[in-house]
C-alpha cells in the first residue's frame, strides 16, 4: 500500500517537511497550495526536489468552490481550474482535491452540480488529469460520501473521481458500509485522520483537532477496510490538521505519522480477517508480528549516582525491600519485595550515566517479561523504535529493547524452562530468600510518567504499537498551577498499566511546581498489596514519609459516600485516599512525600475488581504536593 | 460596589490565592469547594486567614443537584445541604450557590421543584443562611435566569434568592432586559464571566475560556446595567475558569480580574447614562477619567547600547530619517522622519540599560500624544499600573508614566501652546530642518508586539482599560512552526494601532524559530507613505535590504484579484505584498528583512480606507522569514 501525508500535517518550510517525510519512510505527498504558495522556488522546482527525495506527488489541493454556481461564475471556475491544471503539470501531479462548495450561495440542485462536475471532468480530461471530489462535513449542499459519490456516479467520467476522508465522514457518524460497493477505480484518493469525539463545531474541530491514526477515537480499520474491499490501488494519505503538530518537531511527527498509518494497515487486515475476507485481498497492508498477548513489568531501571542511589535505597528500604543481587559486569543493584524488582543502574560511562546526566535521577529503562522476547522486538522496530544495545558481559543474556519517545530504554525479557533467568545469568544473587512471594506488596500496580505538554499522543502511539497495549479514555486533572490531561494504556489483561500525565497548558517551563513534568520523568511507582491498612503501619514504621492529605478531604469522603466512622478514622489516620466505582469496586491508596521534587511512590489496594488509579483523587493529591513543597 | 472573586479564577495554593486577591484590592471572595478540600486546615482556618487579609467570605459554592428529585432523595439532599450549612458557619459566610440539577433524571416539573426548593429555603432560615439558586445554562429542565427567577419568586421566601451569572445568561443568548424587573433584594448573588465567541459545547466553553470583562465579546455593559437597575446591593463577582488563568502567575491573574471589574463599572455607568438614568443609581460605581479622545505617537524609544545603535541608525538612515536631537542631559538620541519619532536611548545605569540587559534591542518605552497627560496618566494609573518617573535634567519635562504588562514604559504627552515642546524642552534640536512634514514616510501607522502565549488577554486589558483604545477580532495565523494569534487595539480614532501576536502552541520556549516571539519584543513598526511605489525604490537604492516575497505568491494574487499585468509587475519588482477589502479599501506592503532575528520594518501605503494589517499575507511573510533564516 502506497503511504502519504499531506504537508500541511507537519511543521517547517517545505524543505524541511518533504525532508523529514522522506526520513520517515513515506512514498507520496500531497502539496497543500499554501504550502507552494510560500515556498521560494517554482512548482517545477518543487517537483525537483520531491523527485530527488523519491517521492511522488500525489495530489494537489484543495479547490475550493467549485460547484452549484451560476453559469457566469462556472465559466470563471474553470478557468481557475484551468489554471490549477497547468500548475499541476509543472508540478508533475495528475491528480487534484475539488472539496464541495461551503459558501452560503451555492445552488443546491443535484442536476445543475452533475452538470457543472461533468464540464470540470471534460476540462480535466483536456488537461489529463484527474479531479477528486470530495464532501467536506461543513459542505453547504454536499456533506457526505455518499452523496458526493451520487454526483460522481451520474457524471460517470473517467477523469472524475470521488475523494474520501475519514474525517469527514466518521465525523459526522456517517455509516461507512456503502463505500465497500464502489468501484475501486472510481475513488481517485483516500485521505486518513483520527481525532478525539469533541463536543464542538465540527469545521473547528477538523482544523485543530485533527490527529494521526490510533491517537483519536474513530474506527478507522472499519472505513479503511471497506476502502480495502473496493479494490482501491491508490494511497492513504494523512491529512492532519493539529495545533500541537503545527508547533511539534517536523521529524519526530513525521515518523509517529508513518507508524500510524502502518499501524492502521495491522488493524484493517485484522478486521478484515475478522470478517472472513480473503487474505489476498489484504496483502499490500502492512504486517507485523503480533502483539505479546501476556506482558508483566519485569523490573524498572533507574539511572542514579552515588546520592541519588543512597536516596532511593533510604526509601526501598523501608518498603521493606531487600538488596538481592549485584550485577555480574557492572555497577548495576537489584532489589525485590514480592514481584516487584528494582534496578538501580550506577555504572559510569554508560547509557544510564548519559541520561542521569540530562534527566538527574530518573527512570532509564522499563523491561517487560513476554512470550517471546525476540518477536516482541521485532515487532517495536518494525514500528520504527530505535533498536539499541548495550555492552555485555560474558554469559550475560543479550536484552532486546527500543526506545521509547523520551529515549528511555525498553527491554523485552522472556524466560525459557530449565535455563538461567535473566537475574541468574546477569546477577549474583545475594539473597537467596530476597524474592519473597507473600510480601506485603505483590508487585507494580502501576507507573505513572510525566510528559512534556503535547506529547501524549506520542507516547499513546508507542504502547499502542509496539506493545499491542489498549489506550483509555483521558481526562483532565486541575493542579494548582494548571490542568494536567491524563491518558492510560495497559496491556490487554491489565497486568501491565501505565498512566501517562501532560500538562495541558504547555506552561511546564515558566510555572515553578509545573517544572516536576519537565523533560523525561517518573511521576511515580504505584506498588500493589493486598492489605493497605496492616502494610502502611509497617511501613510507617519503617520510617517511611506519606503525604499528608488534607482533613477536609475526609469530611467531605464522609458526605459522598457515607463510610462508617471506624473506616473514616482508618482512612484519616494513615493519609489514605478512597474511590468507588460504579459497580462498588473499592481503591485505597496513599502517596509517600516527594523525593527531590521529582517524582514519588504510592500503595494501592484494588477491591472488588476496581479498574482504575483514584482519578477523582489526582487533584486533593497535586494540593498536598504543593502544600507540601511551600512548607 | 463590592468587588469579589472565585477562588477557582486564578492559580495556587488557598493562601497564595487569597494573598493575591486581597492585595490586588478586592473586598470579598467565593470559596470553591474544592480550593477548601484541598487545604491543609479547618474551615475556622480559611476564615480566619480570610478576616486577617481583610476578605469578606462572600459566597461558599457550589451545591449540586439538590432540586426535582424524589421524596427520598430530597430528604438526603437537605441532610447534604444541612451539612453544608454548618460548614458555611464555620467558614463565616452566610451565602451558598445552588446550580439547576443537570442530572438526566432530573424531575421536570415546576410545582415539585418549587416545593423542593422551599424546603431548601425553610432549612437555610433554621441554619441562617441564604440558598442562591443559578440556571446553569446546561441545566437539565432549568438553564435560564427567567425559569430560574420563576420558581424563587413562586417560593417566595426570604432565604432562597436568585443567583445570575452573565455566562450561563448571554452564553445561550437570553435576553437580559427582565433582569431589570427582579427586586433587588431578591437577588442573592450576581458573578461576572466574559468569554470569546465559540461556536463549541457550552459546558465546555464554560469550564475553559471563561476571560475577564473586556477580554472576550459579551455585551457584559448591559447585562450589569440591568443588575444594578433591580436596586442590588450585594457584590460583583467574578467566576472564571480558564485553562490559561490556571497557570498563570497569582497574582498578576488577579490584578488584572481586579482592573476588569472597574472597567465594567466604568461601562456600566456610561451604559445607564446613555439611556439617561439618573447618576445616583450608579454613583456606587468606579469612576475615572475619560479615556483620552485623541490618541497619537509622540515618539516610539529603544532601549539600545552601541552596537545596536549603529545598526538601528544603519536602517533608520536608509529609510531617510535624520538624526535630529540629542537629549540635554542623557544619552539619548532622536530621529525624525515626517511625522514619525524614533528615540534611541543608551543611557547608562537607567530603565532602558536595566530593559537592554534584559531583552536586548527592544522597545522600551512608548510616548502617546494626548490631550491631557496628567488625565491621562491618573485614567492608567486608576486602572492600577503602575506609575514610573525617571530622573529629569533641570527644565526638562516631567512625563508622566505607567509600565505596560511587560514593564515596558508608556508616557503620555500634552504640549501647551506657546510654550517649549517636548522635543524643544528635552532635546538640543541639532537640525531645524529634520522635522519634514512632507516626507517619503507619513507617520507611524501601527506597531506590532510580540508576547508570549496567553498574555494576550493582559495586553488587550492593558489597552482598553489605561487608554481606551477598542479591541478588534482575533485571527490565527499559521508560522511553519506554530499558530499566532493576533488582535488588534486602536484608538478611537484609528491613529494609533497596534497589533498583539501571542504564539497559541505556547511552545515558544522550545520551537526555534518562535524565539522571536519570546519575552518582550517588538515584532515590528509599520511606517506609512501616500506612495509605496515611489517610496521603496528610494529606499532601496539607499541600500534598505527588503524581504523576499516567494513568487508563486504573485501567481496566486492574479489568481485571487485579477490585477492587470504590469502592477503584478510592480508588487512583484518590489516585494509589495497586497490586499484588497470588502469594500474596495487596498492596502500595499512591504517589509524589511529581519534585524538581529527579533524585528523588523514595514512599509504600508492604505488606499480607499483600507482599515486592516494585511492579515491575509501574515502567514507568506512568516514563511518566507522562516526561509530566509535558514540561509
Redesign the interface.
Given at each position: 500500500m502506497k503511504r502519504s501525508i499531506a504537508t500541511v500535517s507537519i511543521?517547517?518550510?517545505l524543505?524541511?517537511k518533504l525532508t523529514a517525510i522522506q526520513a520517515a519512510g513515506f512514498d507520496g505527498i500531497e502539496i497543500f497550495?499554501?504550502d507552494?504558495?510560500?515556498?521560494?522556488?517554482?512548482?517545477a522546482d518543487v517537483r525537483r526536489i520531491a523527485a530527488d527525495l523519491g517521492l511522488e506527488i500525489v495530489l494537489f489541493q484543495p479547490f475550493r468552490d467549485f460547484e452549484g454556481v451560476s453559469t457566469g461564475r462556472l465559466a470563471r471556475n474553470l478557468d481557475?481550474a484551468k489554471?490549477k491544471f497547468d500548475?499541476m503539470h509543472e508540478l508533475g501531479t495528475d491528480r487534484i482535491l475539488v472539496c464541495s462548495n461551503v459558501s452560503p450561495d451555492t445552488i443546491g440542485d443535484d442536476a445543475l452540480i452533475v452538470d457543472q462536475l461533468g464540464a470540470l471532468a471534460r476540462a480535466a480530461q483536456e488537461a489529463g488529469v484527474i479531479a477528486g471530489y470530495e464532501a467536506l462535513a461543513w459542505g453547504r449542499h454536499v456533506n457526505s460520501y455518499r452523496h458526493a459519490w451520487r454526483l460522481v456516479d451520474a457524471v460517470d467520467h473517467p477523469n472524475l473521481g470521488l475523494v474520501l476522508d475519514s474525517f469527514h465522514t466518521l465525523s459526522i457518524n456517517d455509516p461507512v458500509d456503502e463505500i465497500a460497493a464502489i468501484p475501486g477505480e472510481r475513488i481517485a484518493f483516500v485521505q486518513i485522520a483520527d481525532a478525539p469525539k469533541?463536543?464542538?463545531?465540527v469545521?473547528?474541530w477538523s482544523r485543530h483537532y485533527r490527529c494521526f491514526p490510533g491517537q483519536g477515537d474513530f474506527d478507522l480499520a472499519s472505513f479503511t477496510a471497506r476502502v480495502i474491499e473496493t479494490g482501491y490501488a491508490g494511497p492513504l494519505s494523512l491529512e492532519i490538521f493539529n495545533?500541537?503538530f503545527?508547533?511539534?518537531p517536523t521529524a519526530i511527527t513525521a515518523v509517529d505519522g508513518y507508524r500510524s498509518l502502518l499501524f492502521l494497515e495491522e488493524e484493517t487486515r485484522a478486521s478484515l480477517a475478522r470478517e472472513g475476507k480473503p487474505a489476498e485481498k489484504t496483502g499490500h497492508l502492512y504486517e507485523s508480528p503480533s502483539a505479546p498477548v501476556h506482558v508483566g513489568f519485569q523490573f524498572l531501571e533507574f539511572a542514579v549516582d552515588d546520592t541519588a542511589r543512597n536516596q532511593l535505597i533510604d526509601w526501598l528500604t523501608r518498603l521493606r525491600f531487600r538488596r538481592t543481587g549485584q550485577h555480574r559486569s557492572k555497577d548495576v543493584a537489584l532489589y525485590q519485595h514480592g514481584a516487584a524488582s528494582i534496578v538501580l543502574n550506577a555504572e559510569a560511562d554508560s547509557f544510564a550515566s548519559a541520561f542521569f546526566m540530562q534527566h538527574g535521577l530518573s527512570l532509564c529503562a522499563s523491561a517487560f517479561r513476554v512470550d517471546d522476547a525476540k518477536l516482541a522486538f521485532q515487532r517495536a522496530a518494525g514500528f520504527r523504535y530505535a533498536p539499541f544495545s548495550g555492552r555485555v558481559g560474558p554469559n550475560e543474556r543479550v536484552l532486546p529493547a527500543v526506545q521509547g519517545p523520551d529515549g528511555s530504554l525498553n527491554y523485552f525479557v522472556d524466560e525459557t524452562p530449565d535455563e538461567p533467568t535473566l537475574f541468574e545469568a546477569d546477577f549474583v544473587l545475594t539473597d537467596a530468600n530476597g524474592l519473597d512471594e507473600a510480601g506485603t506488596l505483590t508487585g507494580i500496580d502501576h507507573v505513572c510518567l510525566s510528559l512534556p505538554?503535547?506529547s501524549l499522543n506520542a507516547w499513546v502511539l508507542f504502547f499502542k504499537t509496539a506493545f499491542g497495549f489498549q489506550a483509555e479514555a483521558d481526562w483532565l486533572v486541575?493542579?494548582?498551577?494548571?490542568?494536567v490531561r491524563s491518558r492510560a494504556v495497559r496491556s490487554r489483561d491489565g497486568s501491565v498499566r501505565i498512566a501517562l500525565n501532560a500538562?495541558?497548558?504547555?506552561?511546564t517551563?515558566?510555572?515553578e511546581s509545573?517544572s516536576m513534568y519537565r523533560g523525561s520523568g517518573l511521576n511515580h511507582v504505584a506498588f500493589g498489596t493486598a492489605d493497605i491498612f496492616s502494610a502502611l503501619p509497617e511501613f510507617i514504621a519503617n520510617g517511611l514519609p506519606l503525604l499528608?492529605?488534607?482533613?477536609?478531604?475526609y469530611?467531605?469522603l464522609a458526605?459522598r459516600y457515607g463510610l462508617a466512622d471506624d473506616l473514616l478514622d482508618a482512612l484519616r489516620a494513615h493519609n489514605i485516599l478512597y474511590d468507588r466505582d460504579e459497580r462498588g469496586g473499592e481503591f485505597f491508596h496513599a502517596y509517600t512525600e516527594q523525593l527531590d521534587h521529582r517524582f514519588f511512590l504510592e500503595i494501592v489496594e484494588r477491591r472488588g475488581g476496581y479498574d482504575g488509579y483514584g482519578a477523582a483523587n489526582a487533584?486533593?493529591r497535586l494540593?498536598?504536593q504543593?502544600?507540601q513543597k511551600?512548607k
Amino acid at each position: 500500500m502506497k503511504r502519504s501525508i499531506a504537508t500541511v500535517s507537519i511543521s517547517g518550510t517545505l524543505v524541511e517537511k518533504l525532508t523529514a517525510i522522506q526520513a520517515a519512510g513515506f512514498d507520496g505527498i500531497e502539496i497543500f497550495e499554501n504550502d507552494l504558495l510560500y515556498f521560494d522556488g517554482s512548482p517545477a522546482d518543487v517537483r525537483r526536489i520531491a523527485a530527488d527525495l523519491g517521492l511522488e506527488i500525489v495530489l494537489f489541493q484543495p479547490f475550493r468552490d467549485f460547484e452549484g454556481v451560476s453559469t457566469g461564475r462556472l465559466a470563471r471556475n474553470l478557468d481557475r481550474a484551468k489554471r490549477k491544471f497547468d500548475l499541476m503539470h509543472e508540478l508533475g501531479t495528475d491528480r487534484i482535491l475539488v472539496c464541495s462548495n461551503v459558501s452560503p450561495d451555492t445552488i443546491g440542485d443535484d442536476a445543475l452540480i452533475v452538470d457543472q462536475l461533468g464540464a470540470l471532468a471534460r476540462a480535466a480530461q483536456e488537461a489529463g488529469v484527474i479531479a477528486g471530489y470530495e464532501a467536506l462535513a461543513w459542505g453547504r449542499h454536499v456533506n457526505s460520501y455518499r452523496h458526493a459519490w451520487r454526483l460522481v456516479d451520474a457524471v460517470d467520467h473517467p477523469n472524475l473521481g470521488l475523494v474520501l476522508d475519514s474525517f469527514h465522514t466518521l465525523s459526522i457518524n456517517d455509516p461507512v458500509d456503502e463505500i465497500a460497493a464502489i468501484p475501486g477505480e472510481r475513488i481517485a484518493f483516500v485521505q486518513i485522520a483520527d481525532a478525539p469525539k469533541l463536543a464542538m463545531d465540527v469545521l473547528e474541530w477538523s482544523r485543530h483537532y485533527r490527529c494521526f491514526p490510533g491517537q483519536g477515537d474513530f474506527d478507522l480499520a472499519s472505513f479503511t477496510a471497506r476502502v480495502i474491499e473496493t479494490g482501491y490501488a491508490g494511497p492513504l494519505s494523512l491529512e492532519i490538521f493539529n495545533d500541537g503538530f503545527r508547533a511539534a518537531p517536523t521529524a519526530i511527527t513525521a515518523v509517529d505519522g508513518y507508524r500510524s498509518l502502518l499501524f492502521l494497515e495491522e488493524e484493517t487486515r485484522a478486521s478484515l480477517a475478522r470478517e472472513g475476507k480473503p487474505a489476498e485481498k489484504t496483502g499490500h497492508l502492512y504486517e507485523s508480528p503480533s502483539a505479546p498477548v501476556h506482558v508483566g513489568f519485569q523490573f524498572l531501571e533507574f539511572a542514579v549516582d552515588d546520592t541519588a542511589r543512597n536516596q532511593l535505597i533510604d526509601w526501598l528500604t523501608r518498603l521493606r525491600f531487600r538488596r538481592t543481587g549485584q550485577h555480574r559486569s557492572k555497577d548495576v543493584a537489584l532489589y525485590q519485595h514480592g514481584a516487584a524488582s528494582i534496578v538501580l543502574n550506577a555504572e559510569a560511562d554508560s547509557f544510564a550515566s548519559a541520561f542521569f546526566m540530562q534527566h538527574g535521577l530518573s527512570l532509564c529503562a522499563s523491561a517487560f517479561r513476554v512470550d517471546d522476547a525476540k518477536l516482541a522486538f521485532q515487532r517495536a522496530a518494525g514500528f520504527r523504535y530505535a533498536p539499541f544495545s548495550g555492552r555485555v558481559g560474558p554469559n550475560e543474556r543479550v536484552l532486546p529493547a527500543v526506545q521509547g519517545p523520551d529515549g528511555s530504554l525498553n527491554y523485552f525479557v522472556d524466560e525459557t524452562p530449565d535455563e538461567p533467568t535473566l537475574f541468574e545469568a546477569d546477577f549474583v544473587l545475594t539473597d537467596a530468600n530476597g524474592l519473597d512471594e507473600a510480601g506485603t506488596l505483590t508487585g507494580i500496580d502501576h507507573v505513572c510518567l510525566s510528559l512534556p505538554a503535547d506529547s501524549l499522543n506520542a507516547w499513546v502511539l508507542f504502547f499502542k504499537t509496539a506493545f499491542g497495549f489498549q489506550a483509555e479514555a483521558d481526562w483532565l486533572v486541575p493542579d494548582p498551577y494548571g490542568l494536567v490531561r491524563s491518558r492510560a494504556v495497559r496491556s490487554r489483561d491489565g497486568s501491565v498499566r501505565i498512566a501517562l500525565n501532560a500538562s495541558v497548558d504547555r506552561h511546564t517551563a515558566v510555572s515553578e511546581s509545573l517544572s516536576m513534568y519537565r523533560g523525561s520523568g517518573l511521576n511515580h511507582v504505584a506498588f500493589g498489596t493486598a492489605d493497605i491498612f496492616s502494610a502502611l503501619p509497617e511501613f510507617i514504621a519503617n520510617g517511611l514519609p506519606l503525604l499528608r492529605i488534607p482533613r477536609n478531604y475526609y469530611d467531605d469522603l464522609a458526605a459522598r459516600y457515607g463510610l462508617a466512622d471506624d473506616l473514616l478514622d482508618a482512612l484519616r489516620a494513615h493519609n489514605i485516599l478512597y474511590d468507588r466505582d460504579e459497580r462498588g469496586g473499592e481503591f485505597f491508596h496513599a502517596y509517600t512525600e516527594q523525593l527531590d521534587h521529582r517524582f514519588f511512590l504510592e500503595i494501592v489496594e484494588r477491591r472488588g475488581g476496581y479498574d482504575g488509579y483514584g482519578a477523582a483523587n489526582a487533584a486533593v493529591r497535586l494540593a498536598a504536593q504543593a502544600q507540601q513543597k511551600k512548607k
